[in-house]
């Protein structure tokens, strides 16, 4: 009885190592992100069909937003740049860190290209720029109105996230 406790300690051990990737945070959560309410992220104000500008090297893009708790709370730190790596050949990711941004309407579907989500295991904002038929749970930001398929060539990029004016 003893060897199997240990075990399954073992094992969730190296799930909770395993569980969020990799393992290079960037802005991972050393501070704590209160929770707000869709009502208190930024007041009254709707985000949907809210226009963002994403500028990544010399390529502008534009998105529309869904309105959501995350969302909201993404607005509140624009303008704001972000390191974002290139994952698994779908995908710009950022990690904010578990619990680095509120959710309350999670969805479990597949996804789109162009897509911008967050997914709250490990706190990831990510721009979606290639499909590969996954489905996931995520918190839905906005979608990119534009061709997202140079995402696919790039490396690391730093990208600027600004409301449109």
Known sequence: MKKFFTLITIVMA????????????????????????PATAQGDVKMLGTKIKITVDDKV????????????ALVKKMPMTLKMENL???EMCYRYGQGGLPTDK???????IGDIAYW????????????NGEKFERQQIGHI???VAF????????ITFELAK
Do not use: H
């Open 106 to 112: 999670l969805r479990n579907d597949g996804y789109q």
């Open 88 to 90: 698994y050949e779908r």
């Open 145 to 147: 109105d534009g061709s």
């Open 14 to 37: 190296l799930g909770i190592l395993t569980g969020c990737g990799s393992s290079k945070s960037v802005g991972a959560a050393t501070t704590t992100v209160k929770q707000e309410t």
């Open 120 to 131: 709250p295991p490990c706190g990831s904002l990510v721009i979606l720029y290639a499909q």
């Open 151 to 158: 995402f696919a060539a790039a490396g690391s990029k730093d």
């Open 61 to 72: 893009l534009t998105a529309t937003l869904e309105d959501n708790a995350a969302t909201k």
